[in-house]
Nanobody
C-alpha cells in the first residue's frame, strides 16, 4: 500500500515555473514506477510524465522540453519541475504510482491532486 500526497501547486503567470512534490508513505519508492497525470476542466486525465525505478523518463509531447520529472528515493519523493508554463497547462495534477510502467499501464495508487492555474 502506498499513500501519495502532492504539494506545490498554485497560481502562476504564463512563463513562470512551479515545482510539484509527491511524498510517499507506506512503502519505499524503490522498484516503483512514478508519474504525474493532469486533468483539465472538461477533459480526461492524461499522463504528463513518468519515471522508472532506474530513472528513465517519459514526457508527453505537450510538455516535452518544459517539464522535468525526477525522483529522490532517499526522501521517498517524486518531483515535477514545470517551466515556461502556459494557460493550457492549467489542471489538477495527480501523482501516481505503479508496479509497472505508466506509459503502457494504469496506476495502482493515486494522490489527491494539486491545482495548478496558469494565468495569461
Amino acid at each position: 500500500q502506498v499513500q501519495l500526497v502532492e504539494s506545490g501547486g498554485g497560481l502562476v503567470q504564463a512563463g513562470g515555473s512551479l515545482r510539484l512534490s509527491c511524498a510517499a508513505s507506506g512503502r519505499t519508492l524503490l522498484n516503483i514506477h512514478m508519474g504525474w497525470f493532469r486533468q483539465a476542466p472538461g477533459k480526461q486525465r492524461e499522463l504528463v510524465a513518468a519515471i522508472s525505478p532506474s530513472g528513465r523518463t517519459y514526457s508527453a509531447d505537450s510538455v516535452k522540453g518544459r517539464f522535468t520529472i525526477s525522483r529522490d528515493n532517499a526522501k521517498n519523493t517524486v518531483y515535477l519541475h514545470m517551466d515556461s508554463l502556459k494557460p493550457e497547462d492549467t489542471a489538477v495534477y495527480y501523482c501516481a504510482a505503479a508496479r509497472y510502467t505508466l506509459v503502457a499501464g494504469s496506476p495502482d495508487y493515486w494522490g489527491q491532486g494539486t491545482q495548478v492555474t496558469v494565468s495569461s
